[in-house]
């Protein structure tokens, strides 16, 4: 009878040292995936802090400081009628100094910032005085306030890309409220 018994007590030993003879002990395998995750967690924060940085050389007018920020091949992404239109860094500094000069007090005011792989998601909060001719209305002199969600594609630590999506009939119709023109 012992030997009948033996068979299974050497495949059951065969198994148990197989399995205690893993090269990789949980404490590897955690320790790795915590390094890892830490320096995914530090990407994920340079990112930000790279959009945030733009956003605040746009509130401060530093041109020179927000071109350092994105690449040379920078493409904005806008919403159009027919989908979304691209244009360069020039193309999208032109357009914001026009804006600027209808809201000279223009900030864009971040509300949740959120980073995943290469990109960087924001939803700000863009708010000015019309104090200038914006899209062929004269100054109102109002207060607006208009939320934009904005999506952002880092590579090698610059911005190569974003798309923006704003609703411009909200924004243009707190202009237009009681106004004749």
């Known amino acids: 009878m012992k030997t009948a018994y033996w068979p299974g007590a050497c495949a059951i030993a065969f198994c148990t040292l197989i399995l205690s003879c893993d090269n990789v002990s949980p404490e590897k395998t955690s320790g790795t995936n915590a390094l890892q995750d830490t320096s995914i967690q530090r990407q994920l924060q340079e990112n930000k802090k790279l959009v945030l940085a ?80 914006f899209a062929g209305l004269p100054a109102t002199n109002k207060k607006v306030a208009a939320p934009i969600m904005l999506l952002h594609q880092i590579k090698n630590g610059k911005i190569i890309a974003d798309w923006e999506i704003m609703n411009p009939n909200a924004f243009l119709g707190q202009l237009k409220k009681n106004n004749p023109n």
């Open 54 to 133: 733009l956003y605040q050389s746009l509130n401060d007018t530093n041109w020179s400081a927000a071109k350092m920020l994105v690449d040379k091949d920078f493409k904005h992404h806008f919403v159009k009628d027919t989908g979304f239109g691209v244009t360069s860094w020039n193309g999208f500094e032109e357009g914001y100094r026009m804006s600027q000069k209808a809201f000279p007090d223009w900030k864009l005011a971040p509300v949740n910032v959120v980073a995943e792989g290469d990109y960087v998601t924001v939803l700000v909060m863009g708010k000015g005085t019309h104090q200038g001719e």
